[in-house]
């Protein structure tokens, strides 16, 4: 694939999560996350037009402009088509019950809900969770700066479609995502085809009768950048991969050395242990719950 048409394909939700969604208490465990749907109306970025008009109609053109004049193409006829071989590719290698970061118009949750797996979207486009939702998907309005359900027991986290740069800021990205995922999960990122680009600007969102939407932060990271920025945060590369062009990491992250001793120490205790099998309980996810406990 061209670095243009990389460009455009990793950089097509960036701005969406920027910690500035609706904030409100999660769902308690057992909650039909289908029936929660959109929260209250906000001023983010993604969540107003033109990007909600150009979710709603699922037509384009749709760009990302810089303060300088710079646009990016954002490729909103993907985004709403069926998941692509890439994405299936993706799809196949998660672990667990998945959280799919700033999922647009859920593309990959209804991928994934069709095979059975459990899975969560959220994001801050009440017009994304909508449309996530007229699929038979799950999804929440809900930024993952906020408090979400299943915190620390989810087994995959994706950041596809360049969302790895939501909130323009890698490293904070990187520990909340830790925090969400069980001790060794999973987080799938997909990153910028071609150099090692590591960029960090205001964007906004725009189509072609001119119509904008607020400044929000906004980055993008090639595979050299992301695998920097991940040994930093306490992550450890575990495959990389192309696919149709594009470009993906997976990535777990590196297990505390208190939580290695207490691991060591529980797995030497009798198989009957009621401290253990209470613990093994308390994680595991009801099966009859269609992602992870809140």
């Known amino acids: 694939m061209s670095g243009a048409r990389g460009t455009r394909e990793v950089t097509a939700r960036l701005g969406r999560q920027t910690g500035r969604g609706a904030v409100g208490r999660p769902p308690g465990p057992g909650t039909d996350m289908a029936q929660v749907g959109p929260g209250p109306e906000t001023d983010g970025t993604w969540s107003s037009d033109p990007y909600a008009h150009a ?74 969770v909508a449309r996530t939702v007229a699929l038979g998907g799950q ?26 740069g939501i909130g323009g800021d890698p490293r904070a990205l990187l520990d909340r995502t830790a925090e969400l995922l069980a001790p060794g999960g999973l ?35 090639g595979t050299p950048a992301l695998l920097r920025h991940a040994a930093r945060a306490g992550w450890r590369p575990v495959d990389q991969w192309t696919a149709g062009g594009r470009s993906f990491v997976a990535l777990r992250r590196r297990t505390p050395v208190a939580l290695r001793r207490r691991t060591t120490k529980t797995a030497a205790e009798p198989p009957k242990s009621a401290a253990v099998t209470s613990s093994q309980r308390d994680r595991k996810p009801s099966g009859d719950r269609p992602v992870a406990e809140a």
């Open 139 to 164: 999804a929440l309005r809900r930024s993952v700066f906020e408090p979400l359900p299943g915190e620390g027991r989810w087994g995959t986290a994706l950041l596809i479609d360049g969302n790895v």
């Open 187 to 221: 987080l799938i990122a997909e990153t910028v085809t071609g150099p090692d680009l590591d960029e960090r600007v205001q964007v906004h969102v725009t189509d072609a009768r001119g119509a904008a939407g607020s400044p929000f932060p906004w980055a993008r990271l």
């Open 55 to 128: 979710l709603r109609t699922g037509r384009g053109p749709l760009f990302l402009r810089r303060a300088d004049g710079w646009l990016l193409l954002l490729e909103l006829e993907r985004w709403c088509a069926d998941a692509d071989a890439a994405d299936l590719e993706v799809l196949r290698r998660c672990e667990g019950a998945v959280l799919d970061v700033g999922c647009g118009p859920g593309r990959l949750v209804a991928a994934l809900s069709a095979r059975g797996r459990r899975v969560l979207g959220i994001d801050v486009s009440e017009a994304a």
